[in-house]
C-alpha cells in the first residue's frame, strides 16, 4: 500500500489498482477525523456507538479527500454471509457482504475493522468489486463464490483480475475456537501456540482466488490488532471501536 495524508487524513491507495486509469480506489484509517475515544478519531462506521454527527463530518471529510461524492456510493448492508450482487446503481444492498460493477461512477464501499476487505479489479471487463470476508464468510466460500459469479455474468478468463486483501486481523493474533477452526482447511490454521489454534484469513481468502484462477493477488501484510495506532480492531477494542472503509470504483472519465 501507499501512504497518504491529505487535508489531515491518513489514508493508503494501491498501485496495483491504480495504474489502471478509470479505477479510483482508497483505503482510510484512523487517522484524522472528530471522533472521541474509543472511536477515534476517523470513524467512518454510522452503526456504532459513536456520535452521528461525528460519523457524518467524517465521512464528509474522507470523501472529499478521495473526490468521491456520497451520493455516487453503494453501500452494503453487511451480514457476514455470502450474498453477492452485481450493482447498477448507487444506493444500499441490504444483507450483501460482496458486490461488484462494470458502471462508471458507482463507489462500492466495504465497511471493516478486523474482517478481511478484499477489493479487486478485472482489467478486461473493466469489472471492479469488494469483498466483506470475515470468519464466517470466509467459511462459506464468498471470496471464491463472487469471482465465480462474476465470471459467470460477464465470460472470460480470470487471469488478469487483480485482487487486493486490506489490512485485517492477523494469523498472529486470531485465535479461535475449535469449533470455528472445524470449518476451515488444516492449511489455515496454525497450532501449537496454546491450547486453542490461530486462523489466517489471509491465507485462507488468498486459496479461494487461487482457486478460482485469479492470477494477481496483492497482500497488505497490515493487522488492524498490532496496528491498533493505526486501525480500527474490533478484537484489540473488546468490540467498542470505529470503522475503516475500503472504497473501489470507476471514473466517468480517465482524468475525474
Not at 472445524?182 to 484469513?201: A, K, M, N, S, T
Amino acid at each position: 500500500m501507499n501512504w497518504h495524508v491529505e487535508d489531515g487524513i491518513t489514508l493508503g491507495t494501491f498501485g496495483s489498482l491504480e495504474k489502471h486509469s478509470r479505477v479510483k480506489a482508497a483505503f482510510s484509517t484512523r487517522k484524522g477525523g472528530v471522533s472521541a475515544a474509543p472511536f477515534d478519531q476517523l470513524n467512518l462506521g454510522r452503526n456504532t456507538q459513536d456520535n452521528p454527527e461525528n460519523v457524518v463530518e467524517n465521512r464528509r471529510r474522507f470523501f472529499q479527500t478521495i473526490g468521491v461524492r456520497e451520493s455516487e456510493l453503494a453501500l452494503q448492508q453487511q451480514v457476514h454471509e455470502d450474498t453477492i450482487r452485481y450493482v447498477t446503481e448507487p444506493g444500499t444492498c441490504l444483507q450483501t457482504d460482496a458486490q461488484f460493477t462494470d458502471q462508471p461512477g458507482i463507489y462500492l464501499l466495504v465497511t471493516v475493522a478486523d474482517c478481511v476487505p478484499i477489493l479487486f479489479h478485472w482489467p478486461r471487463k473493466n469489472v471492479v468489486g469488494v469483498i466483506h470476508a470475515g470468519w464466517k464468510g470466509t467459511a462459506k466460500n464468498i471470496t471464491r463464490q463472487t469471482m465465480e459469479k462474476m465470471e459467470a455474468q460477464f465470460g472470460g478468463d480470470l487471469g488478469d483480475v487483480v485482487a487486493v486483501l486490506g489490512p485485517s486481523i492477523g494469523p498472529d493474533h486470531y485465535e479461535v475456537s475449535e469449533e470455528v477452526a472445524g470449518q476451515f482447511d488444516e492449511r489455515v490454521l496454525i497450532r501449537g501456540r496454546g491450547p486453542r489454534p490461530y486462523l489466517d484469513l489471509w491465507k485462507a481468502n488468498g486459496l479461494q482466488l487461487e482457486a478460482a484462477g485469479v492470477g494477481n493477488i496483492e497482500y497488505s501484510n497490515l493487522c488492524t490488532f498490532a496496528r491498533s495506532d493505526l486501525f480500527f480492531s474490533h478484537r484489540k477494542s473488546g468490540g467498542k471501536t470505529g470503522r475503516m472503509l475500503g472504497v473501489i470504483g470507476l471514473t466517468r472519465s480517465l482524468r475525474e
